[in-house]
């Protein structure tokens, strides 16, 4: 059977590579390593890249595997679902990765501005029915601008049209530079992308995903840190297979 949540909590306390500041707890404690995670945690100078949204922590610790050059957090505000990536780490003897637990918009209070090089967004929730809930809006980007460097990549790894459409426009109205962009990873793989991790680490999330016949889309784009960021305003369809219809007051078939 597996471990229980309270226990998978107990031990992820005693965790050398697992950081946990819940918003209660940040509120009251400064967080000493913002700007200092290299020297302290890491102790080398190597790039930082961000999972956000880790859940099981797939890519951090597939990426910081294959890349033992780079450091790798994942950050969650799942305890429960970060325990089985920060246990894998921790067995493997791996000191290029590390986890956060905290909510993701309070992400800034601990970089420092220039602190991370690229980030990844595997499997977000859509959130369909609240823009500035989306991990690619502009109120996100806004805060991963104060610790990206200029420039910066951010992957968006996704089975979700919506999700998908929704950070493709605001790519284009922002004027974004797009690295890469395929709708169907898998299927239509562009040649570059050919044997890349991007193929061989699937999450928790993607397995679920692919087994219901969704394709896996991929978007990667440069974040500048000048200019004024705004939404697009377009209608896109919903995803179906989402829960947005359950909702009471709501029959919509797309939103902004
Ligand atoms: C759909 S799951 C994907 C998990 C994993 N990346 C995967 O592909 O299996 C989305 C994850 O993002 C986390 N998450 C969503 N919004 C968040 C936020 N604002 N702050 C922290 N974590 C968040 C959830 O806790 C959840 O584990």
């Known amino acids: 059977m597996g471990k229980g949540k309270l226990a998978k909590f107990a031990e992820m306390k005693a965790m050398s590579n697992v950081f946990e500041y819940p918003f209660s707890v940040i509120d009251n404690v400064p967080f000493d390593m913002k700007g200092h995670w290299?020297?302290?945690y890491f102790h080398n100078d190597n790039p930082i890249v961000l999972e956000l949204g880790c859940g099981?922590?797939?890519y951090t610790v597939g990426l910081g595997k294959l890349f033992p050059d780079v450091n790798f957090i994942g950050v969650d505000i799942k305890g429960?679902?970060?325990?089985?990536?920060?246990?894998?780490?921790?067995e493997d003897g791996m000191t290029n990765v590390a986890f956060l637990r905290t909510s993701i918009e309070i992400i800034d209070r601990f970089f420092a501005e220039d602190e991370v090089q690229e980030i990844w967004l595997t499997f977000s929730d859509p959130q369909m029915k609240n823009p500035r809930k989306r991990l690619t809006s502009t109120y996100f980007m806004e805060r991963y601008r104060r610790?990206?460097?200029d420039g910066g990549l951010v992957h968006l790894k996704t089975d979700s049209n919506f999700l998908f459409t929704y950070t493709r426009l605001m790519v284009e109205k922002n004027q974004l530079p797009v690295d890469m962009c395929t709708e169907d990873l898998y299927h239509a793989t562009p040649a570059a992308l050919v044997g890349t991790p991007l193929l061989t680490?699937?999450?928790?999330?993607?397995?679920m995903w692919m087994e219901?016949?969704?394709?896996?889309r991929y978007l990667r784009f440069h974040l500048p840190k000048q200019g004024t960021l705004v939404e697009p305003e377009v209608e896109i369809p919903l995803d179906e297979y989402r829960s947005y219809h359950r909702s009471k007051r709501s029959s919509k078939e797309t939103a902004r």
């Open 38 to 40: 290299r020297e302290q």
């Open 56 to 58: 099981k922590g797939e």
């Open 80 to 90: 429960a679902r970060m325990w089985t990536g920060a246990k894998l780490a921790l």
């Open 147 to 149: 610790f990206l460097v």
């Open 201 to 207: 680490i699937q999450t928790y999330y993607e397995k």
């Open 212 to 216: 219901r016949g969704l394709n896996i």
